[in-house]
Every structure is written in C-alpha cells, then in structure tokens.
C-alpha cells in the first residue's frame, strides 16, 4: 500500500512539473499543441496541459556572436586574399527561427562567407583595405536581407584579417618601399627648388638695392655738382660786380688796364719759357710806349723813370 502510495505522488509531482514551466529571462521558448505550433513563451511562469502542450524549440534572446572562418577570396585585380570576420545577430521572431530554417548558425556562416566574397570581388586590393566600413554594412544589408524569412536580426559585421599571399605582401612591401623613396625624392627636389628660387630672389632684391644706391649716389654727386656751380656762379657774379664797381670809381680804369698787362706779361713769360724757339712781338716799340704810359698813368710822381724793355731780341734754339 505504501509503495502504490509513493508511486502515485511520484506521479503527480511529475504531472505537475510538467503543467507549470519557468521560462527564464534570456530565453524565448516555442509551445506546440498536439504538433502545431501553439505559441511562443515568454520569461515568466506558464501554465501547460500535460501530454498535450510541448516546449518544442528554445532560443537565446541574447545578441550571438558567430565567427566567419577564413576563407580564400580574389579581388578585382586577380590577388588571392585570406578573409575571415565576425558576425553579430540576435533572434528577433522565436516562431521563423524555429520552423523557418533547420540551423540559422549554419546558414549564417555560409551567408556570410557567399556575400563577402561577392563584394571583396567587387573591389581592388588597396580599396578592400581602406573600405572596410563599407564592406561591412554591404555584408549586412545584403545577409539581413536574405535572413527575414528565418527571424534573425542581424546587427553588424566586421572584417577580422585580410592576409594577401607571401608572394603579394612581398610585392606591396616592395611597392611601399618605392613609394617612400619616390616621396623623398619628390620633397628632396621641391626643397632644392625652394633654395634655387630663394637664392635667385636673393640675388634679385641685391641687384635692385644695388642700383637704387647707385642711382642714389648719382642723384646725390649731380646734386653736389650742380650745388657747386651754383656756388661758383654766385662768387663769379658777386666778384665781377665789384670789379664793375671798382671800375666805375677814379683809376679803376687804369687799374683793369695794368691787371691786363700783367696777365699778358706772365702768359708771355710761360710761352717763351716752355717754347724751343722764342717769339717777340713785332710792335715791340708801341708795346714799350704803351707801357711808358700806363706807368705814367699808375705812376704820376715818376715821370721820367724809363720803362722796362719788355722783351730781347729773337733767338733761334735747337
């Protein structure tokens, strides 16, 4: 009797631990109703009829993180790459998820493997190395588009590696190197074009202050020049006026006279001194008069004084 006791309170506690479910909160659960899909449960505690509803299908609510193994890819310009990434998604309908696919993690990976293909196709090597952005949201758009009908959400994609082959990493380390040297020799030679131009303008800016102070230097010397002039012009004048006043007093007359006769006595005693054969005036005696009278004129207290011959008879030197 104790026996068939323990086994029917064996049986209830089973019986209503299949009536009552917890459903956790990370987690979506598919209720089916005699094989139909009945509806889906959601975190809480549910009420069930035993041997009648069944929890067929559990989902993760939670964003999943699926990892895109490498796989070999060839660009538009023909260079094998190695390509691998990482996908993230959640399940957004438990109901699709559950009878809309078989294995939504496996037909993701291939997904995802087919679309990036396609677009690293699409591109040259530099490109998939600078546009990685924009290879992931492709990648997205497209895998989310095609995943609607399996209730999967899909979040984002990223692009882990992008390995070329020995042979091609080779080749852009080579091609880098080029590069950096073409670029040095570029700025090398735009510094030596920068110096030249600097130099001539140098040049230039000297030429110029040169021939401004040359110019500076005429300007000032004609300046002197014409300064001077002036000052000998305005002495000339002054002295010639009072000359012509000296003149207009008693004797001045006489005065310019024998400053004359001077004069021609020194030019004359000059030209008989440097002169191989020496020349007499033909009129030596009006010379001698008009001598004897400017002394009368200058010397009135002396009237008898003879005057001084002004020359000697001609002789021929060799």
Known sequence: MQSIFTVVALAVFILLLRMFRVIPMRVLAVKERLGKFKGVLQPGFHFIVPFIDTIAYVHDSREQVIDIPKQRCITRDNVEVDVDGVVYLKVADAQKASYGITNYHGAVISLAQTTMR??????????????????NDKIVLEIDKASEPWGIKFIRYEIRTIEPSANMLNTMEKQMEAERQKRADITLAQGEKQARINVSEGEKR?????????????????????????????ASAKGLKRIAQAIGKPGGGAAVKMRIVEQFLEELGDVLAHAKISVVPARIAELQAYFQGLSTLTHPSEPNKPAQPAAVAAKRTK
């Open 118 to 135: 396609s677009e690293i196709g699409k591109m040259n090597l530099d490109d998939t190395f600078r546009e990685r952005d924009k290879i």
């Open 206 to 234: 000297a030429a110029i202050n040169l021939s401004e102070g040359e110019k500076q230097k005429r300007i000032n010397e004609a300046e002197g020049r014409s300064a001077e002039i002036t000052l000998v012009a305005d």
